[in-house]
């Protein structure tokens, strides 16, 4: 616990030994994972890390002072003294799966296929060849039942790894335990065949399996285009070490080699894709062929009768209010793209794609092979099982660690002035943790025990008000939360849930105190924009209070600085409007004629300020973001995919295309002129003293008001109204 | 689920397919977990059964008194009869005193002869009804009995004037009460865990799920003195604030469980047991729970699994059910004899238990004797009497006037001694001191020309029936083990056979989950150690000097 409290409610630590090393987890931490996070392997075959542990093969066994336990599910104790690798404790586990080897049809069906059985691995390790215990006598019989998965009960070592894959993760519920002692087995349903029985084939069961007992009977589904990889080949790779050999037998389709030219263009921003590139061998250029800089609409600067001029400026000659400061770009791949010089380079080891893989998102950046390289395309289930598999895992979080972490800290703005010391220090402190769609990753009220930066995927922020949750924003990679609750030492004030495949750097309380000792400056940084978003959350809930109306919340008009109107008794629908919007933004209208009523006006404002505001979901660079008034702003590295102005349901993002000149696909090296397209929303006209719209409405039905003060009387009327 | 499984059985006989997955779509449980449960418990049966369903019992006593010559007495007599009958071993019935016992049509008959059984089945097959089996015998008294047999609960009179239940639990503890189930754990210790621990409510379980072959004390105990373990019930109830008992018996015990249930009825019509014992505003329910069957429930978490519905398959430890047990919540879970024990400590003070003993130990204690002995019986003696003492006086001597050649002190999860050991006291230590222990107290005794090695491995095979199949020590262990033993006994040991054995019984010892599969290797490293001879002269000289092995008869199951 840090010494002011602050850090919330932390969990209490245990020390204990782990073969003569002393080490300190969390309480309620299991053996094995304070072995584990120790860099200390126990060997296991019923236990699996995304599967409750239920101790059932013996094999983790370990010495726990003076007693056995099943390292999986006996929880760490203070004090406790655990061996791990005695001679007994060797014996035991070499005894136990030396039984299993007695009863296992060797080489079963999966070491046949992808030569990757569990238990013939660990008998292979383990010494035990021939058991030398007596074969088993009665058989337990096949079942060919099901057209997908083939079911030899022979290899079953009832792990349950099926039954908690079919029932805990895939609530299907078809599997479970049959019977007793030597007799028991698995069963489907009522013990029914496979194929008769409700499965609904979803291969859980199959991939969690560590024998030959599940293994796939057919392949199906589309290939990539590549050259496909035999299992064997996959397996002898680290990163698929201890992957289900069936499972990539049946997926040979979706993990395929590709072969790139030093040159080639491997994938480009702003594309669609539903895969993921791990480089094997060579090296890779990543970078942003768009041009770093946003929308400017200008006067043409010819009198009163003048046309608006859009054009693209960078930060440097155009600074907005509230635009982000940042020195990266962040891009889905380890690495975050410098704001001068947007190009970085991957090299073995590394994985990019894995939003565009994982939820679809485009393509964030365009990568070119820097030398000729070998690269692994694999789709969205491969990528899935390796992100649950441990050493692709620890893969994955070493590289982030010795890359990333430098640039992902230094490109959130209020930690730029973090010291090499320091992040060294984070370096060893810092935990990736993966969410899945939906989870909360802290909830509004319960107390704060860490920071979080996120990495990948989108976290959305909201906060529980009386009448309904409402978004503050939507973070994207380079976004951080967390700090609110661990600075005032107070609750956490908002929820912060995982809205597609997030992962987030977690720094624990007791570093972020750390750092905050350690950098006044970011302290006083950080102090600043919480007080700042503390005071606008304040604010929005004041609002809220305020006004009674809910139509009026509903259609965003409260926040609102500057808003558009349509007295509908006076317009008599002659599109004018739209038109001088076209006009005056180099023929793209940002302006439709439709949208929200309040009362006889027709609202059409810059941007609705949704209280879910789903323009900012997907954003494959981070580069749309609230500003405090709740308008959007797009930050100068949009690269054009138009995923906002896709997802807007208001039509209130536009696509604005400009030439440009980027690399010439078919002679790498030249450039050629091309259209290039960023995204604006209505700028309200803001060089204009009226916006193009209001000037040219003949009826004089549009108008720009401030929203609290021209509706005060109506709202005024409505909200006594209501009370009476 | 038991409830309803057992109402479609008695509606079918059996487990139909359509009415389980009726079942699953009344009570919302999927399919798959009612066939888990209902396929675990070897009291449903998933298909229809045979018109005659005839068991023998196989275990220890049964073994030496006859059981497997009656078996194939039947076997012969009814050859090619396979449609309407069927002849198989079932595990212990808890009739060691009168052994061997058999069953027909779950109903079970004790000291059966060869032609009588083979006369049932007849009868039965013919569908003549059979004939009653006398269960029903006069009370005995029980010397410790504080009330003579009356039931007057003085005890919790006693308490609800003061609800000082620290001056209980000091008075357990200075008792030295042990638990009586086996594993011998302090009872006083016990009740004050659970007493102190937290939780939203808190169960007493009383553990009446006797099954391990020798046995047969808490039958005796519920039987005649059935007042003395509900008042230790409701007294571990009152001192630890549980509100509600299960007593879980064995379905086999249905006589018992008359006289339980009529003592139960008894207390609440007297306010002993409710929502306000005697006016006090404390409340205490007791119910009796029948179990779907398995010696595995006897294992204290396996049983509370079985309660909950659920497949008995023993929980890893920790947490203990002292601070996790029923439902998660804290629970006393002791023995019959240990409830009993209880009340009379409580009612008669703990100078006068502890006097009861001889020789240093304290306290007295009910024991089974069985085998082969003259007297077979449940006894009410002194802790620290030898086992000389008791297998020659009160169990009267062995049979035909042979000499002793060995005994298990408690069933086959002592392992077996040998004759010269007799001197030894009934006592915790001293017998834990020779590597064996007191145990439940279940004194199964061997003549001379007896086969420990065959000994062994029958009680080696009853472990492997009994396993839940949960952790693979036990699982694989007991099978591989009982494969190896009966390749002893046939004249196929392996060269290195003794080292693997030795391996084997380490890793059970050592990573099995329950009690169950740590015993498993007992009864033959006891034989090991105590009968080496026996064992080598099968391994090594392929010979049973007893004449038992080797033959053909041996060679069945």
Partial sequence: ?724 | MFDELRAIQREFGYLPADQLQALSGKINVPLSQIHAVASFYPHFHLTPPPKVDCRVCADMTCHLRGGDQLKSGLEAAFRGDQQSLSIRDVSCLGRCDEAPAVMINDVIYSHVSGPQAVSMVQDALAGKPLPEALHHKPRVPVAMDPYNGTGEYAVVRRFLETQNWQDIIAALKASGLRGMGGAGFKTGLKWEIVRNAPGTAKYIVCNADESEPGTIKDRFIMENVPHLVIEGMIMAGLVTGAKEGILYIRHEYEYPKEVLQEELDRCYQHCLLGKNILGSGVAFDLKIFVSPGGYICGEESALLEAIEGKRAEPRNKPPFPGTNGLWNQPTVINNVETFCLATVILARGVDWYKAQGKGGSLGSKFVGISGDVNRPGIFEVPMGISYQELIFQHAGGIIDGKKLLGFAPSGPSSGYLPASMTNLPLDWDAVAKVGSMVGSGAIVVCAEGRCMLDMALNSVRFFRNESCGKCVPCRMGSQKMVEMLKGWTEGRAGEHDLQLLKELSDAMRLSSICGLGQVVPVPIVSVLTHFREVVDDHVLRRRCPAGVCFSESARRA
Avoid at chain 1, 82 to 92: A, D, L, P, R
Avoid at chain 1, 623 to 631: F, W, Y
């Fill in chain 1, 1 to 724: 616990m840090s010494p002011d409290g602050t850090a919330g409610k932390p969990v209490p630590q245990v020390q204990l030994t782990i073969d003569g090393v002393a080490v300190s987890v969390p309480q309620g931490t299991t053996i094995f994972d304070a072995a584990r996070v120790n860099g200390i392997p126990i060997p296991t075959l019923c236990h699996q890390q995304n599967e409750n542990p239920i101790g059932v093969c013996r094999v983790c066994v370990v010495e726990a002072g003076p007693k056995f336990a099943a390292s999986c599910i006996r929880q760490a104790e203070q004090g406790m003294v655990v061996k791990t690798n005695t001679e007994s404790v060797v014996g035991v586990r070499k005894t136990l799966v030396e039984l299993l080897m007695s009863d296992h049809p060797s080489p079963c069906a999966r070491q046949q296929h992808s030569g990757d059985c569990e238990l013939e691995r660990m008998a292979e390790q383990a010494g035990v060849k021939q058991p030398r215990f007596p074969q088993k006598v009665t058989p337990r019989g096949k079942d060919e039942s099901s057209i997908a998965i083939a079911v030899d009960h022979e290899a079953c070592i009832l792990c349950e790894r099926c039954i908690r894959g079919c029932d805990d993760i895939r609530h299907n519920m078809v599997l479970a335990r049959r019977g007793k002692g030597y007799q028991a087995g698995i069963a489907f349903d009522n013990n029914l065949p496979m194929g008769s029985s409700s499965c609904v084939s979803c291969g859980e069961c199959m991939v969690s399996c560590p024998t030959g007992a599940l293994t796939n009977r057919a392949v199906v589904g589309t290939k990539l285009t590549g050259q496909a990889v035999p299992p064997e080949a996959l397996l002898g790779l680290p990163i698929f070490k201890n992957v289900s050999g069936t499972f990539l037998e049946l997926n040979s389709h979706a993990v395929v080699e590709r072969r790139f030219r030093a040159g080639d263009i491997i994938c480009r921003e702003g594309d669609f894709g539903a895969t993921a590139f791990y480089i094997v061998e060579g090296k890779v250029d990543v970078y942003l062929s768009s041009p770093i800089a946003h929308v400017k609409t200008q006067d043409s600067g010819q009198g009163f009768l003048s046309k608006l001029k859009s054009l693209l400026a960078p930060r440097a000659h155009d600074r907005r209010t509230e635009e982000v400061d940042r020195p990266f770009i962040p891009i889905d791949a380890s690495v975050d793209l410098p704001y001068d010089n947007p190009i970085a380079e991957l090299g073995p080891g590394e994985l990019f794609g894995e939003m565009t893989c994982m939820s679809y998102y485009p393509r964030s950046a365009t990568v070119r092979a820097k030398t000729d390289c070998t690269m692994l395309e694999m789709l969205r289930n491969v990528l899935d099982i390796m992100q649950r598999n441990k050493n692709f895992r620890e893969q994955l979080d070493r590289t982030y660690r010795k890359r990333a972490l430098d640039s992902h800290l230094r490109s959130v703005p209020v930690l730029a002035s973090l010291t090499p010391e320091f992040i060294n220090h984070l370096r060893e402190h810092v935990e990736l943790v993966r969410f899945a769609p939906g989870q909360v990753i802290c909830r509004q009220g319960e107390p704060g025990d860490s920071f979080y930066l996120v990495r990948l995927g989108f976290v959305k922020v909201s906060e529980h008000r009386p009448g309904g949750d409402m978004v503050l924003a939507y973070l994207a990679r380079g976004g951080y939360f967390g700090e609110i609750a661990l600075l005032g030492g107070i609750a956490r004030t908002a929820t912060c849930t995982a809205l597609d495949h997030v992962e987030v750097v977690r720094i624990p309380g007791e570093d972020f105190q750390l750092m905050l000792d350690k950098f006044p400056a970011i302290r006083q940084k950080l102090e600043a924009a919480a007080a700042e978003r503390i005071e606008a959350n304040r604010q929005r809930a004041m609002q809220v209070a305020n006004v009674p109306v809910e139509q009026f919340l509903n259609q965003g008009l409260m926040e609102a600085q500057s808003l558009l109107i349509l007295d509908l008794e006076r317009c008599t629908r002659c599109d004018q409007c739209v038109r001088a919007c076209a006009d005056a933004h180099d023929g793209v209208s940002r302006l439709i004629r439709e949208g929200l009523r309040f009362d006889k006006y027709l609202v059409a404002t810059s941007c609705r300020q949704c209280r879910d505001p789903l323009c900012m979901v997907g954003c494959p660079v981070g580069s749309i973001r609230r500003r405090n008034s709740l308008e959007v702003i797009i930050e100068d590295w949009c690269i054009g995919c138009s995923q906002c102005a896709n997802n807007c349901p208001y039509g209130n993002i536009n696509m604005h295309p400009f030439p440009v000149e980027q690399d010439d696909p078919t002679y790498p090296g030249r450039r050629i002129a091309s259209v290039k397209v960023k995204a604006t929303s209505c700028d309200l006209c803001l060089d204009h003293e009226e916006p193009s719209c209001v000037y040219a409405c003949p009826h004089d039905a549009a108008h720009r008001v401030n929203p609290p003060e021209f509706f005060a009387g109506l709202l005024k009327q409505r909200s006594s109204g209501m009370k009476g």
